[in-house]
């Protein structure tokens, strides 16, 4: 079947008198004096086309009758048009119809709000914001996999389905084949009742991943720079903006890399990937900055321009209690940092992306690296205005003893991650990582306030459609 070109190939491309032919839907259309106009996208830009067709077209009195949201195919002559806000149009000698559209198409042009966009989630990517998103959505995915590749890292691919938790929060959907209206008990040698796992699929305990992490970290040990991109999901009952069910995570792991190498390392990811998204797409990037957030494209800048701030977690803790800021939630050094703490320190004390490192002990997970001095690990995060932490990652802990010992301070069952404690009876070495939220990285391209509107098909609370 003939497709024709693609509209963002053709405008960069194509000059007056030459026969093109466009597939795509139809946006917009008017009739004027025997004359019909009607602007034509295929997803491929922003921008559409548009088409004219005359009386002496054949089919075109069905033409007058298609309604917006209509699969065509035009061919036809490239001309320079002398309406505003375009340089061509395409002169219609045959317009072929795939399929009309019903008179309750919801996408009429008008403006829709997000919320009502996300309840018609299968149709919501025609619209120009959606468009946009996915089409970035793309580049990112895209440079991602550039970067890691053009660096000599190997891609691997981590199970969905693990028997352990790698985050230690249990926070984790849980996977069985067993009939949930009368799951087999058993009873333990205390005489606990619990769940009889022998009858289940896999004969034990699983669950949908929250990490790869652990996983890669195998890899690791034998190729030496790997890296993950896949499906993650948290049990998490969160209704906030930055927050969803399932989303999509890269993790980079390092054998032979500390603390330092791994900051310097995502500093230099987050450059290159924002870089050719900018290239890349432009045109959706001034179409947010115009609509969307008005401040997008001098945050990208500074991207650029500057290197990223370091900071410990203790000096970060000073800097927000000298503020006076009165927070919803009061700092004191052992907690964990809160969104509006992370903000205020990218957006009003540093004004720039800002890593923290050297965290707590106690609030962080097992596998990240004691310190000398016994109260905190090597871990950082990388915050970013308008988002708050996009990046969280540590060296982690190779020494066998401590490893074992911080699983056990934990409450965790030093039997489940037998395997990974292998790793450090077998030729251990130094390693560190880091995971990005990718679905947060591209919040903070698009300037999209919430994270639902940057996935294609969002999971959270009480929301699992299509």
């Given at each position: 079947m003939e497709r024709g070109e693609k509209i963002k190939a053709l405008l960069a491309s194509a000059t007056a008198r030459d026969a093109v032919c466009i597939c795509g839907w139809i946006r917009q259309k008017r009739i004027s004096k025997g004359i019909i106009f009607f602007n034509i996208n295929d997803g491929s830009c922003l921008a559409g086309i548009q088409a004219v067709a005359d009386e002496s077209l054949t089919g075109f009195e069905e033409l007058k009758k298609l309604a917006i949201g209509s699969s065509v195919r035009v061919r036809g002559r490239l001309a320079e048009s002398p309406g505003q806000g375009q340089k061509y149009e395409i002169q219609a000698m045959a317009v072929d119809i795939f399929g009309d559209c019903d008179e309750d198409y919801p996408l009429q042009k008008k403006k829709h709000s997000f919320e009502f966009l996300r309840s018609i989630a299968h149709l919501r990517m025609r619209t120009n914001s959606f468009g946009a998103v996915f089409r970035v959505r793309n580049a990112a995915a895209y440079a991602i996999h550039e970067f890691f590749q053009e660096n000599g890292f190997y891609y691997i691919h981590t199970p969905i389905i693990t028997g352990s938790d790698c985050e230690g929060a249990g926070e984790m959907?849980?996977?069985?084949?067993?009939?949930?209206?009368?799951?087999?008990?058993?009873?333990?040698?205390?005489?606990?009742?619990?769940?009889?796992?022998?009858?289940?699929?896999?004969?034990?305990?699983?669950?949908?991943?929250?990490?790869?992490?652990?996983?890669?970290?195998?890899?690791?040990?034998?190729?030496?720079?790997?890296?993950?991109?896949?499906?993650?999901?948290?049990?998490?009952?969160?209704?906030?903006?930055?927050?969803?069910?399932?989303?999509?995570?890269?993790?980079?792991?390092?054998?032979?890399?500390?603390?330092?190498?791994?900051?310097?390392?995502?500093?230099?990811?987050?450059?290159?990937v924002t870089a050719r998204v900018r290239d890349r797409c432009s045109e959706d990037l001034a179409f947010f900055a115009e609509r969307i957030d008005p401040t997008l494209m001098d945050r990208l800048d500074a991207i650029d321009r500057h290197d990223f701030e370091v900071l410990t977690y203790t000096n970060a803790v000073r800097l927000l209690k000298e503020s006076g800021k009165a927070f919803e939630f009061p700092v004191s050094w052992g907690m964990d940092l809160q969104t509006e703490h992370e903000r205020y320190l990218t957006e009003e004390l540093i004004r720039k992306p800002t890593f923290v490192r050297d965290y707590p002990l106690e609030i962080k997970a097992f596998y990240m690296r004691r310190s000398d001095d016994g109260r905190t690990v090597g871990a950082m995060d990388l915050l970013v205005p308008r988002i708050g932490e996009i990046i969280g990652g540590s060296q982690r802990e190779e020494r066998l003893d401590v490893l074992k010992e911080m699983i056990r301070s934990k409450g965790l069952d030093e039997a489940v991650y037998w395997w990974y404690i292998d790793t450090r009876r077998f030729g251990t070495a130094p390693h560190a990582g880091f995971g990005l939220g990718f679905e947060r990285l591209l919040q903070y391209l698009t300037g999209m306030a919430n994270i639902r509107d940057v996935i294609p098909f969002p999971r959270t609370p009480g929301n699992c459609e299509f």
């Open positions: 959907f849980h996977v069985t084949t067993m009939p949930l209206e009368s799951i087999p008990m058993t009873r333990s040698a205390s005489g606990a009742m619990g769940v009889d796992f022998s009858q289940d699929f896999f004969r034990t305990h699983a669950g949908l991943t929250v990490s790869g992490q652990l996983e890669g970290e195998l890899f690791a040990m034998a190729l030496s720079e790997i890296y993950t991109f896949g499906p993650t999901f948290r049990a998490e009952n969160s209704n906030t903006p930055r927050h969803a069910a399932e989303f999509w995570m890269i993790e980079p792991e390092m054998a032979f890399y500390d603390l330092d190498d791994n900051i310097a390392l995502a500093q230099r990811f987050i450059k290159q």
